[in-house]
């Protein structure tokens, strides 16, 4: 058993049946959306489980903060990013392909 405490950035519960990844996927997805049009610091959660399609205890059953919606946002991208740099960087070799793996990668 551990004492580890969880963080305000660590989300509360991690989705296990589909409906809940759904709603995960819509909380993080309002959340960007938010941002693009108000900036990071404009966004609240009230307005994040409204838009998203729920009330705002939805947002708290699974993220205790903003920060922590922020920092899974942070870690989809994170992961998207080794998949899609590392898939591109497998397929160098040789010096020619830098170039093109550069391209790719931009």
Do not use: C, W
Request: no cysteine; hydrophobic share 40%; proline share 4%.
């Amino acid at each position: 058993m551990t004492n580890a405490k969880r963080t305000a950035t660590e989300p509360r519960r991690r989705p296990k049946q589909e409906r809940s990844r759904e709603r995960i996927d819509a909380i993080l997805a309002t959340t960007m959306r938010l941002i693009g049009e108000k900036g990071i610091d404009a966004v609240t959660m009230k307005e994040v489980g409204a838009l998203a399609g729920g009330p705002i205890a939805t947002v708290y059953h699974y993220f205790p903060s903003k920060s922590a919606i922020l920092a899974m946002l942070y870690e989809r991208f994170a992961e998207e990013s080794r998949a899609r740099f590392g898939a591109i960087i497998v397929g160098i070799n040789g010096l020619g392909d830098v170039t093109a793996a550069a391209d790719r990668m931009l």
